[in-house]
């Protein structure tokens, strides 16, 4: 099941993010040209996705072991973000998406279905 963190956003630098999703235990992101897109948690746990011959406009992460490590204690302080860096090296972040938001959505939409 999908759960929409962000669908066509603009705010970064001079480039956008197209989607941002959480899935089966990955978060995906569809971005205009990025040198590099990193994810970080609360736990300081970082994934990074380099574009190292070609730019990149998107990334999947595989979350699902940070999330098995807080399977039992999910609460208001755990998140993951993003960092886009471009090729000019101009930084943008995205709002802290609370783990809360996309657990408890996927499990509304598991329900209905």
Request: charged share 30%; proline share 1%.
């Amino acid at each position: 099941m999908v759960v929409w963190l962000i669908y066509c956003s603009n705010f970064f630098y001079d480039g956008e993010i197209y989607e941002l999703y959480y899935e089966d235990g990955k978060i995906s992101v569809k971005t205009s040209p990025a040198k590099i897109i990193i994810l970080s948690t609360d736990r300081r746990n970082t994934f990074k996705a380099v574009g190292k011959s070609e730019l990149l406009t998107g990334a999947t992460f595989d979350i699902s072991n940070y999330l098995a490590h807080i399977k039992d204690e999910i609460n208001e302080h755990q998140y993951i973000r993003l960092t886009i860096i471009d090729e000019d090296g101009n930084h943008a972040y995205t709002r802290a998406y609370f783990v809360e938001e996309f657990i408890d959505e996927e499990q509304k939409n598991e329900k209905n279905h």
